[in-house]
């Protein structure tokens, strides 16, 4: 079975927000989609090893915001990378409380509200179902996986359902190629070192982050 084949199907980003023992925690998700409309239901995969699974299983409701193509690419950096266990990931960015679940602030295309009602044990993962309950207009194109792999050249960390083992092994080129140690972004150059001032484009770590592969 050709495993890429599924890297034909099509997905947005979003930032799930959620309370845990009263902190704001999250992470980005692209397993998101619509279920029903008179009643609007919408299903998230999360991984079991994910905080934020554990804050929404909790409390039972949280926000998902819909990253816009302009969206500032460190969010997803933050929230898609590092885990909400060990630091404040709304920090940077700030926060705002809309019908008791957190928001990460920022330029997103809109947000929904949702409660859960049910979640299927998917293995890795749970599949959290939920009927949206409110929802915030905003603004700008959404991005979708295809962007972020293609223009901001992102990657997934493993806990993503649709992580890319045999693309994080690509075939080295003429080019020195330099692998971001915390969302793994590869900046390629045309020989040379990196900049002094070089910041990571997706996560915002400076050029200390950066190793050589290859
Ligand atoms: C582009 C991208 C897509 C992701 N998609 C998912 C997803 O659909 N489900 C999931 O559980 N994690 C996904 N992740 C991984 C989580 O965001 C990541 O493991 C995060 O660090 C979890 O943070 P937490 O421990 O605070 O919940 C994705 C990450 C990125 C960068």
Redesign the pocket.
């Known amino acids: 079975m050709d495993l890429k084949v599924l890297y034909k199907l099509t997905y947005g980003?979003y930032v799930v927000g959620a309370f845990k023992d009263g902190r704001a925690?999250?992470?980005?998700?692209?397993?998101c989609f619509q279920i029903t409309n008179d009643v609007p239901r919408v299903a998230v995969?999360?991984?079991k090893n994910?905080?934020?699974l554990e804050a929404v299983k909790e409390n039972k409701r949280f926000s998902l915001s819909i990253i816009a193509e302009d969206t500032d690419p460190s969010v997803?950096g933050r929230?898609?990378?590092?885990?909400?266990?060990d630091t404040d990931?709304y920090e940077a960015f700030g926060m705002e409380v809309i019908d008791y679940v957190p928001c990460v602030k920022g330029k997103f295309c809109g947000r929904l509200i949702a409660e859960v009602e049910q979640t299927v044990d998917c293995s890795t993962?749970v599949l959290v179902i939920a009927r949206v309950v409110d929802t915030v207009e905003g603004n700008g194109v959404p991005m979708t996986y295809a962007y972020?792999h293609n223009v901001i050249k992102?990657k997934?960390?493993k806990?993503?359902?649709?992580y890319r083992a045999e693309e994080a092994e690509v075939a080295a080129g003429p080019k020195r190629r330099f692998e971001c140690d915390v969302c793994f972004y590869v900046a390629e150059t045309d020989g040379s070192d990196l900049p002094e001032d070089f910041v990571c484009p997706v996560c915002g770590v400076d050029r200390s982050h950066f190793h050589e592969i290859d």
């Open positions: 980003l925690v999250g992470c980005v998700v692209n397993t995969a999360l991984n994910n905080y934020t997803i929230f898609g990378f590092m885990s909400s266990r990931k993962h972020y992102g997934e960390p806990n993503a359902p649709t």
